[in-house]
């Protein structure tokens, strides 16, 4: 008990100095950057390192701001800052990207295995309303170990794809490439690996 005390105590300063070290920042659909802001209750903040080129951090006294490129981001993401306050503490200041599904898939993979029977499995595609996806204009295999048969349930909603394997005797792996028609490289295509294995 003695030594989860005495390590709780020491990490209590690390963290004491800032009014919050995590922040939760929702995007919008398209948004290319944001902006964070980090606070202590009075220290200075001597430095700051962002572990991510997409990051630029400005310090202004007890203040830090930081400017995030979020282009490349598709998905819910971690971002983290070190920052050092005037008495030496190190301090991990977490940015937590809640990023909108721009389109909602039952899998990003899919699996069987080796030696099993070659059973279908259906990959469900749905596009939110208001977002900037409003159809699916392609869906093509990248090999030839898989059968595949997609269908559209309701146009700019929901589509599906059955996915057969011609065989499990041996180990293989596919991709299906959905297109879309939106032009954001960041939702203009969608991948979902095939696979065939132990």
């Known amino acids: 008990m003695k030594k989860i005390v005495f390590t709780l105590i020491l990490t209590l300063p690390a963290l004491a100095g800032f009014k919050s070290t995590t922040q939760v920042v929702p995007l919008k659909f398209g948004q290319e950057q944001a902006t964070v802001i980090f606070q202590t209750t009075g220290e200075e903040i001597e430095d700051a390192e962002p572990h991510c080129d997409c990051t630029r951090v400005n310090i202004s006294g007890s203040k830090l701001t930081a400017t995030v490129d979020t282009r490349t981001f598709d998905r819910d993401v971690e971002k983290t800052i070190t920052a050092e306050t005037e008495d030496g503490e190190e301090v991990t200041l977490r940015m937590q990207f809640k990023v909108p599904q721009a ?96």
């Open 103 to 198: 389109i909602r898939l039952s899998a990003r993979s899919l699996v069987w295995k080796r030696g099993a029977a070659p059973t279908p499995q259906v990959l469900r595609i749905t596009l939110p309303q208001g977002g900037p996806i409003t159809h699916i204009t392609d869906a093509a295999l990248s090999g030839d170990a898989f059968d595949y048969a997609p269908k559209v349930v309701k146009r700019g909603r929901e589509y599906t794809v059955t996915l057969t394997p011609r065989s499990t005797a041996k180990a293989a792996l596919n991709r299906l490439v959905l297109t879309t028609d939106s032009t954001d490289p960041r939702y203009h295509r969608q991948i979902i690996y095939l696979q065939v294995k132990k």
